[in-house]
């Protein structure tokens, strides 16, 4: 039985300061529920929302991480000084990361393996552009970063993976694909992941949806079969936003 699973993404917003009010109104806000709930922020504010969220049911994640354990990698954070400083996730291969900072689906095969190794659950982005989508592309785009993020993943492991599809045309451009696009993906994706690891493995990996998630969508997005959460991003900002998302 899949669990849902609601993640806000914060991208390059809110300095400590701004961070720690946010947690604090959030976390008067936020009532105890049956879906797993976690923020993804900057490195800067990480240890902070740890600090007040210690005591309830809501994770913290980093937005990145390098594959190394250590070296001379200037201005990267590896994953042991994530894990001391308590994360609980950690997003790799999103697309603003493959867009900018030139991602690909081998370095996010090493960092979900570094990831799984400590302990620390992966949420992998997938998704393809308008161009590729209109070129009738979408599937094949998601199939190739997806058996490419994940190759050499054991069984064991590949259960704990979250996998987010984020169709990169529908990210912060008010756009969102409609239920039943995402649901097409998000169907496709554990097809493909059925190839790989097996369907008693596929139907417990986790599968969100990420692109303008909000409150006034998430309840019809969140009821398709295949979507098991959200990644969410602008409204993740606002502590209300966020909680009627976690309420959907």
Same mark, same amino acid.
């Given at each position: 039985m899949r669990i849902p699973f609601i993640a806000g993404n914060w991208k390059m917003f809110k300095t400590r300061a701004e961070a720690q009010a946010f947690a604090e109104e959030f976390k008067q806000l936020y009532k105890d529920t049956d879906v797993k709930t976690a923020i993804c922020a900057p490195y800067t504010d990480l240890a902070t929302l740890v600090e007040i969220f210690k005591d309830t049911k809501i994770g913290v994640g980093a937005q990145n991480v390098h594959?190394?354990?250590?070296?001379?990698?200037?201005?990267?954070?590896?994953?042991?000084?994530?894990?001391?400083?308590?994360?609980?996730?950690?997003?790799?291969?999103?697309?603003? +990361? +493959?867009q900018y900072f030139a991602e690909t689906d081998e370095t996010v095969n090493k960092k979900t393996k570094k990831l799984l190794a /400590?302990?620390?659950?992966p949420i992998v982005c997938v998704g393809e552009c308008l161009e590729e989508r209109e070129a009738g592309k979408a599937k094949e785009v998601v199939e190739t970063q997806l058996r490419n993020g994940?190759?050499?993943?054991? /069984?064991?492991?590949?259960?704990?993976?979250v996998v987010a599809y984020e169709p990169v045309w529908a990210i912060g451009t008010g756009k969102t694909a409609t239920p039943e696009q995402a649901e097409e993906m998000c169907e496709f994706i554990r097809d493909v992941l059925t190839d790989i690891f097996g369907e008693d493995v596929a139907?417990?990996?986790?599968?969100?949806?990420?692109?303008?998630?909000?409150?006034? /969508?998430?309840?019809?997005?969140? /009821?398709?079969?295949?979507i098991d959460g959200a990644l969410v991003g602008g409204a993740s900002l606002k502590?209300?936003?966020f909680v009627n998302i976690i309420d959907f």
């Open positions: 594959f190394e354990e250590e070296g001379a990698f200037t201005g990267e954070i590896s994953v042991g000084m994530l894990q001391d400083i308590g994360v609980d996730y950690c997003i790799v291969g999103h697309s603003e +990361r +493959r /400590n302990d620390i659950v994940l190759v050499a993943i054991s /069984n064991e492991d590949a259960i704990k993976i139907d417990e990996i986790v599968i969100q949806y990420g692109g303008s998630v909000k409150p006034a /969508n998430a309840t019809e997005i969140m /009821n398709m079969t295949n502590p209300q936003d």
